[in-house]
């Protein structure tokens, strides 16, 4: 079971709101389920909250959102042109990436008047964005036309959580500077301008723009320690034990050899495995549950349905409840520190939790 707690949202969505300034907007990223969490609940709760906007990456994110009653503004970040018109007609925003999409975007919004737009720049992730090769091929496409509207410009820092690349984070907020004053002086004013990902909400307050997007922040995580402390984790993973088996030295644990008791010991057999998104990587003790508020490392290879785990002297019981991460107790790993021991990050980890883990809603 995967438990998402609301009020854990709500307190990050203060925290973030604390470090903008009044006038300045906040965008909470949805997409990817709510961070592997649940995106119709958690986009409720932000829009009950006052968030400004929402975020989804592709555009049938965003009209799930839509059909469940969302009304605040949805930015689609990587909008496929095969579905324009049903962005269109779902009253969606595209962030526009190249000559290509708003090409397609022109001709699917033929007939309409103003459809708001956002247009993105590549200041140096090299991932999605307009480039300065573009810029003349972008105002002449949108010199005489009606059905567009630019309601917002909009770029994306490849290291703003990185000390180290504060030079490279400078320069790319310097020149999505530049980009604006030629698109305004060009196109006239763009109401919205946003730039801050979670990281740079924390560490470039200067570069606020009218909107600030937090994805990850919202879930309770930061991409540093100190404010970790700050934040509460969205999200809790539970399972339970289905077995517990005593082994003599000798004895096998899981396919091929997986583990082979030096000794004498108790594991647990657990209701998880790589079908739910505990990938193979957390297999010979580089992953570390709790149970009875003790730590137990996975041992052997994570089969698709099941773990086991080292139990040493925890005493437990089959059917007992055992949290993978998250929750509220200071012995519980966090996604992030559960998901360092595999040497990953805590968005693949909780982006990858399966479908068929149960979500339940904690108001």
Known sequence: MLEINLSALAHNYRYIRSKLNPNTKLLGVVKANGYGSESIAIAKKLESLGIDYLAVAYIQEGIILREEGVKVPILVLHPQVEQFNALISNCLEPSLYSIRTLEAFIR?????????????INTGLNRLGLSAQDFKAVFKLLGSEKSLHVKGLLSHLAASDDPLERAF?????????D???IFESTL???????????????HYPEAQFQMARSGIGLYGY?????????LRPVATLKCKISQIHELAPGDWVGYNKGFVAKEKMKIATLTIGHADGIGRQYGHGKGVVTIQGAAAPI?????????????GNIVAKEGDVVVVFGGESSESLTAELFAKGAKTISYEL?????AR???HIIV
């Open 357 to 359: 883990v149960k979500r």
């Open 108 to 120: 699917a919004a033929k007939g309409t008047e103003n459809y708001p737009i956002h247009l993105k």
């Open 188 to 202: 006239g004013p763009i109401e919205i301008k946003h730039l801050l990902n979670t990281s740079g909400i924390l």
């Open 169 to 177: 984070t400078q320069r790319q907020i310097n020149l999505f500077k």
């Open 222 to 230: 930061s991409n540093a320690v100190k404010t970790d402390a700050e």
């Open 179 to 181: 980009c604006i004053q």
């Open 350 to 354: 909780l982006t990858g939790i399966g």
């Open 299 to 311: 041992i052997g290879n994570v089969c698709m349905d099941m773990i086991m785990v080292n139990l």
